[in-house]
Structures are given as C-alpha cells and as structure tokens.
C-alpha cells in the first residue's frame, strides 16, 4: 500500500496568555485616548458657541421664563464639594490599577543612563505641564499647588485666620504623594512609554479642578484638586534610577543649578558645565515656559487652559507618546 507523509507543516502555536492581554490593554489605551480626545474637543467646541444669544432677541418678543430642566452650572455649584470627593476617590481607583513591580534595575549613576536623553526631555516635558497647571491656579484661584514653601508660611503666620487654606494645599499635595506611594507607582513607566495609572490618576484629578472651577468658581474646592494632582506627579518621577527627578517645584533645582554654574566660573568656564546643571536649568525654563503657556492660553479660554495639560499627561499616562521602549533582558 501507500504510505501517507506526515505533514511536515507544524500547526501555529496559540496566542499565549500574555500577548493576548498585551493586545487587549493596548485597546483599552487606545479606547481610553479617544475617549479623552473626544471630551477635549467637545470643551474647545463648547467654547467657540457664543454665549449672549439672548441679547439678539428684538425686543417686541415677550421673554419666556428660562426652563427649570437639568443646569450642569446649578448641579456643579450646589454639590462641588461632593464632586470633589467623587474626584478624589476616582483618582485613587485609577492609580491603583498599577501593574505589579517587576525585577528592580540595578541603581545607576545618573549621567550614565543609557536612556539619558529620554529622562533629560521628559523631565522637561513634565516640568512644562506642570508649570501650566500652577500657573493657571495663580491666575484664576489665586494659590499655588506645584510647591508649598510659600504655602507654609502663610499657613503660619495666618493661623487662627485664614491660614488653613494653604495648609488644605500642603495636605492636598502630600495626600497625592500617599497615593503614588500606597500604589507603588512605577517612576520608570514615564520613560519608556509604559503605561502609568498613577500619572493618569493625576490628569484625572486636573481635569476635576478645573472644571469644579469653571462651572462653579470654588477655588476652595479646586485648588487642593489641583495640588493632590501635582502630588501625584512628582511622587513618581522621584522614583527615578539615579536622582530624584522634580518636576513640579524648582527651588532644589535652583539651588544645584546655581551651585554648578559657581563650579563652573570657578574653573574660568575652562571646564564644561556639569551635565547635572544643564539637566536642571533646562527644567527651569521649561516651567517657566509652562507659565508664558498658561497667560496665553487663559487669556483666551480662562480656567480651562488646565485641560490642555490634563490632556497631555493622560497621554503621557497611556504609553501613547512614541518614546522608544526599554529593552529588557
């Protein structure tokens, strides 16, 4: 008889496990960057209706009583203390979805990092978010939420009168730090395009603030928003391999910048400026930058010029900025 050949064709292995749920998480990112691109620009829709039609009514027309149907102004005004909670809790529940912490990279000295480069412009990347988001807060609340040295001192010496508004900013900040902690938020993910819970905990917490403040004007309510958020942020970029990265405050920064530059006229300028200082000083300016974004933005769409740097840290947050992948072995 005839023989039959087996078939020399293997079957196609099976999608494993953890492909499958690598596929799937990148569909969620994905869903969840849409969702987010969606609501910003339906904000910036919002904004370009105009808003005094009433005033082009002729006025032989009775005016008709306004309709007592569903206000988001009214609902966000009566209950914005409540909404801040709600806020609150759901950053918390969203920054807890981080994944469990792999193997711990061996502790390097900064300048060395193979991915240098990578940390240096996403250092200054956050800074420059983070300088929108306090500068909107000065502007339109009055109060700063990305550092609290002056907060301190006001919360001294207005004690007993209306010191414990800026001490609710402090208390805001280290609560947001708390949850980066609680949640072991990876300081890595932001570098190399990982997905990064706590980072969109903190975009979440922004876009709260600024619409709380928007709809309501209760800077009480907004500003310790805005302050978890900042906490939050620069919790986890302290995480970094190597130094303590900064990204939401500047007077360290100021401080190891000015020491470097001294260094630096110390040797007649003969010697190179340390990589260290040029990291800081680049960090500096893009906060002030983020301050020159923030007048230019607010002058136009006012307190939701927050929401261009939620937006950005979500993204951030998402793995969606195409910085190159860490390899791993």
């Keep these: 008889g005839t023989s039959v050949r087996p078939s020399t064709t293997a079957p196609s292995p099976p999608l494993s496990a953890d492909r ?6 990148s569909r ?9 691109l969606v609501a910003a620009v339906s904000s910036l829709y919002s904004l370009s209706r105009p808003t005094a039609v009433l005033a082009e009514v002729p006025a032989s027309f009775e005016e008709e009583p306004p309709l ?9 005004t009566s209950h914005a203390t ?24 061996e502790a390097v000295m900064f300048e060395k990092r193979v991915d240098f480069n990578v940390v240096l412009w996403m250092s200054a990347y956050l800074s420059l978010l983070s300088g929108i988001v306090n ?22 010496r ?30 890595e993910a932001v570098y190399c395009g990982k997905y990064s819970p706590g980072l969109l905990g903190a975009a979440v917490a922004v876009v709260a603030g600024a619409v709380i403040h928007f709809y309501s004007g209760n800077a009480l309510v907004a500003l310790p928003l805005l302050a978890f958020s900042q906490g939050i942020q620069n919790a986890i970029t302290r995480k970094t391999n ?5 990204t939401t405050h500047m007077t360290g920064y100021l401080t190891d910048a000015g020491a470097g530059l001294g260094v630096w006229a110390a040797s007649r300028f003969r010697d190179p400026l340390s990589t260290r200082a040029k990291f800081f000083l680049l960090s500096i300016g893009t906060f002030i ?9 607010r002058d136009s769409v006012g307190v939701l010029a927050a929401l261009v740097p939620a937006f950005l840290m979500a993204v951030t947050a998402v793995g969606v900025v195409p910085l190159p992948k860490k390899k791993t072995n």
């Design 68 to 76: 007592s149907g569903f206000s988001v102004k009214d609902l966000v």
């Design 158 to 187: 207005l004690a007993g009168t209306d010191g414990a508004r800026f001490l609710a900013l402090m208390i805001a900040y280290a609560a947001g730090a708390g949850v980066a902690g609680y949640c072991k938020s990876d300081g």
């Design 82 to 105: 409540k909404l801040a909670v709600l806020a609150y809790v759901v950053c918390f529940l969203v920054a807890k979805q981080e994944p469990a912490a792999g193997k711990a990279a």
């Design 28 to 36: 969620g990112r994905a869903l969840a960057v849409a969702v987010l």
């Design 289 to 297: 930058a983020g301050g020159l974004a923030a007048k230019a933005m």
């Design 20 to 25: 499958a749920a690598m596929a799937l998480r």
């Design 242 to 246: 190597g130094l303590p990265v900064c």
């Design 135 to 156: 500068a909107v807060a000065i502007i339109e609340m009055g109060g700063t939420v990305a550092h609290h040295t002056g907060n301190a001192s006001h919360s001294g």
